[in-house]
Nanobody, 123 residues
Framework: QLQLVESGGGLVQPGGSLRLSCAAS????????IGWFRQAPGKEREGISC????????NYADSVKERFTISRDNAKNTVYLQMNGLKPEDTAVYFC????????????????WGQGTQVTVSS
């Protein structure tokens, strides 16, 4: 069973940084792509970034370019989302999800999701 657990969310001031983790269990991340998504209150879930099974990343949200970086550590079976320069509009529940091999922006292509971690950016 493919299980994902996000962690690292919290309350941070504008301009601050957080690193989210997506830890996998029950399978090896090495053969899968992991996407990060977020859902703000009252808004639809949006794709942020994805990293495929060979470590190539794709950004889906222009609003996080130059600020968010996705990476993976197959030895730790974990994918990270480094978030710098956080803004109040980044406030959302952040989810990671898994699909086979290659990244796709459509969330319906992902086969398993974590429970989400709350990120709140506020002074």
């Amino acid at each position: 069973q493919l299980q994902l657990v996000e962690s690292g969310g919290g309350l941070v001031q504008p301009g601050g940084s957080l690193r989210l983790s997506c830890a996998a269990s029950g399978f090896s991340l090495a053969y899968y792509a992991i996407g990060w998504f977020r859902q703000a209150p009252g808004k639809e879930r949006e794709g942020i970034s994805c990293i495929n099974h060979v470590g190539v990343s794709t950004n889906y949200a222009d609003s996080v370019k130059e600020r968010f970086t996705i990476s993976r550590d197959n030895a730790k079976n974990t994918v990270y989302l480094q978030m710098n320069g956080l803004k109040p509009e980044d406030t959302a529940v952040y989810f990671c999800a898994v699909r086979a091999h290659w990244c796709q922006p459509n969330e319906s292509d992902y086969i398993s999701w974590g429970q989400g971690t709350q990120v709140t950016v506020s002074s």
